[in-house]
């Protein structure tokens, strides 16, 4: 298994093969989920006790299993949050995969550390960080947030043994990703959702003083959102960083999706007050073009981080005084240096082009809220925010969707899924991927 033979050379060209003409693919099919039955009668059992071979397992890849996996780059993937990686990212995730880097440790990764951490201080530069800030590329948000709130836990306790038996608090908003609440849900704190669709300083204000003595002080954290999910609302992180800084109460900011938007000066001015924050994140795979799995988590002050995440043991003393361990600030250790794709597209293409594909894609979601709106059956249901656009096809009902939905997806036409705003079912689009052109809205508004 671990010699180069022939048909390991057969297996490597055809690997190359698949790979480059599935980049070239423009669009690529879209594609649909199977059943299992399904999948099971053209699949068959692929473990076997003498293997199948490379090129039959390439075959059964590309020819049943692929075609079961719904391409997130397809101009015309709207739903949740798509993915546009770009060329030269998407390569260098091969070579990431072929390095056999660990990127845990500076002495084992230190090259690829050094790059990641570049990429990291093109984000924290954005955000108005410090220049002591810095972090780590986690696997994605949901592990961004839950490490960045065990980070601020940690502060919240620390030097005050009094805080060991209060069981801890966090503040977000209705509209925060469901990754909050499981966040806090694993590491077993309680959290307060208050506000409307944008969250403000006065709501985090007034959340506090309606807290009790003991629970004023079981509060560690506000864990607010530039750029929430479902709406692309960007919190008031002026607001809400000034009262945090009051109230000595750690500020987070998930801007998983919406991050992005601070390298497209159009939108700048919108997420204020992140510098505020004492850690965010953002996930390059979504609006950022990097492949998953990609995010950015940036703490003001990573000592904090690093008490917090670094772990113990007699096997790892060895590496504690590296320069820096990607693996002391996050809840990880072995780790894909999955950075890289990211810092090689940066550094292939420069910022300026990463600002111009995401006001481009912005440009888009303004020209299709203008479609929206002169469409007769068609109305936005909120004001359109960054880059997405949430609407209500006039006398629809959740069934109506549903099969509209479903048709598109079964005729490979596009993939744009129903959410529910105040308990009416409505349509999103979310558009992150360059490759998206008005045209290609048309169409799908079309078809409504
Ligand atoms: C605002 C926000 N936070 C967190 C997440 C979770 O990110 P991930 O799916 O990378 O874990 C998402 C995903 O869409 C998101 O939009």
Redesign the pocket.
Known sequence: MHEITKDMEVLQQAIVRYSVERMRMDPPEIDAPMTPEQLTAMAGQTITDKGLGGLEALRLFTDVLAPACISTDHPKFLA??PAAPTEASTLFDLIVGASSICGSSWLESAGATFAENQALRWIADLAGFGPNAGGAFV???????LSALVAARHQWRRGKPDLEPLRGLVISSKG??A??KQATYVMDVDLLEVGGDRLTGQDVEEAMVGLSEIDRKRLFAVAC?A???NLGVIDDMQGIGAVSHVHDVWMHV?????GAGLAAPSVREAFNGIELAHSF?V?P??WLFAPF?C?ALIYQNPRLAREAHQQQGAYLEVVYDGVWNVSDYAHHLSRRARGLPLWFSLATHGTEAYADAVEQTLAVAQETAVRIERHPDLELVTEQNLSICVFRRKGWNSEDYAKWSDHQLDTGQSFVTPTKHNGETVLRFCIVNPRTTVQHIEEILASL
């Open positions: 949740f949050v696997s994605g948000g949901t592990a961004g947030n925060a990703h990754s909050i959102t750029g929430t999910t998930d801007g998983a999706y919406g994140i996930d795979h979504k799995d995010c």
